[in-house]
């Protein structure tokens, strides 16, 4: 029996992971300890399509945790329980020209200025459904399972190593209750955000993750429903806008599409109707998004001519 020839997209995928891979800029971060031991060499690039199929090329299959990339998915499951309005009264939806974790609140309502920056982030997790914080959790854990079709755990070392570095977001948590946008008792929030961002993806998991969105909340994979359209549509502004921070407006510029970053050096981008992209490669740009994820995504749209404008 002969060889299966691969597919036209799968020798370009091929061939542009083997260009982007010789592209050795970045650092991997470090500020949560256990993120330092990521191989720098990783790079899994994944195209997951509306009808459900699953393009890879390179280190797919190997975990990393979500970290800030499980923003939006936490966004759409808390639109979802609470409606547009609901969030709105607790998270605004401005870009904040500033870090992932910038201190800022604005000034008239207190609210944090989007749901992709670690301020905004903490809330969100907060107006997922649930009695307690523990099944709060579980209404995320189970969510990002959804969006991604398969059950996700959490790695506890990354996890630890979170808890025991976090002041910064601890700090964030404590302005957030006195401005009144966040309810009960801080550390069980924030327990709740540290826990959502240390849970393991592979690069293949944020293709499907991401062509969930594109496909109005169904699972092109397992032919679930995770959240509604319109919460898809909601989610997406807000990733064109602010989901690579104070690099959301060059980003958009030259790859084009919705998209969100984590320090972990995962990245998830989308085109609506179409496809998600999930990339992972741990070194990362002076912002905090995988340097190998941009070259990878402006190549991708370039080639395919992905670029939405
Ligand atoms: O809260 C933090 O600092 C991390 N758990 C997540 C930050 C992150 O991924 C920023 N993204 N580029």
Excluded at 51 to 62: A, I, L, P
Aim: aromatic share 6%.
């Amino acid at each position: 029996m002969g060889e299966q020839v691969p597919s036209p997209v799968q020798v370009r995928l091929d061939e542009l992971h083997a260009r982007v891979q010789l592209n050795c800029e970045g650092e991997v971060a470090t500020y949560i300890p256990a993120l330092g031991k990521a191989d720098p060499a990783l790079f899994g690039l994944a195209l997951a399509t509306h009808d459900g199929h699953v393009y890879e090329s390179g280190d797919t299959g190997v975990g990393f945790t979500i970290q800030s990339v499980s923003k939006p998915f936490v966004y759409a499951l808390a639109l979802y329980d609470r409606g547009l309005n609901g969030v709105l009264e607790r998270v605004g939806v401005e870009p904040t020209g500033e870090g992932f974790d910038a201190l800022r609140l604005e000034p008239e309502t207190g609210r944090p200025l989007n749901p992709m920056v670690n301020a905004g982030a903490i809330v969100t997790a907060s107006l997922v459904n649930g009695d307690d914080w523990g099944q709060r959790f579980q209404r995320i854990l189970d969510g990002l399972s959804a969006f991604a079709g398969r059950e996700l755990r959490v790695d506890h070392e990354v996890l630890a190593s979170e808890e025991r570095t976090g002041d910064h977001n601890r700090a964030l948590g404590y302005l957030l209750r006195n401005a009144g946008v966040l309810e009960g008792d801080v550390d069980k929030a924030l327990a709740v955000y540290f826990r959502q961002c240390s849970v393991v993806v592979t690069a293949r998991d944020l293709a499907v993750m991401g062509a969930t969105l594109a496909g109005g909340g169904v699972n092109p994979v397992t032919g679930q429903r995770v959240v509604g359209a319109d919460t898809t549509e909601h989610v997406l502004a807000v990733m064109a806008t602010c989901g690579t921070y104070d690099f959301a407006g060059e980003w958009l510029l030259r790859a084009g599409l919705p998209a969100k970053s984590g320090v972990a050096g995962g990245l998830v981008a989308v085109l609506p109707s179409q496809l998600g992209i999930g990339v992972f490669s741990p070194p990362l740009d002076r912002r905090g998004t995988s340097v190998r994820a941009i070259a990878a995504c402006q190549e991708l749209s370039a080639r395919f001519g992905l670029h939405l404008m």
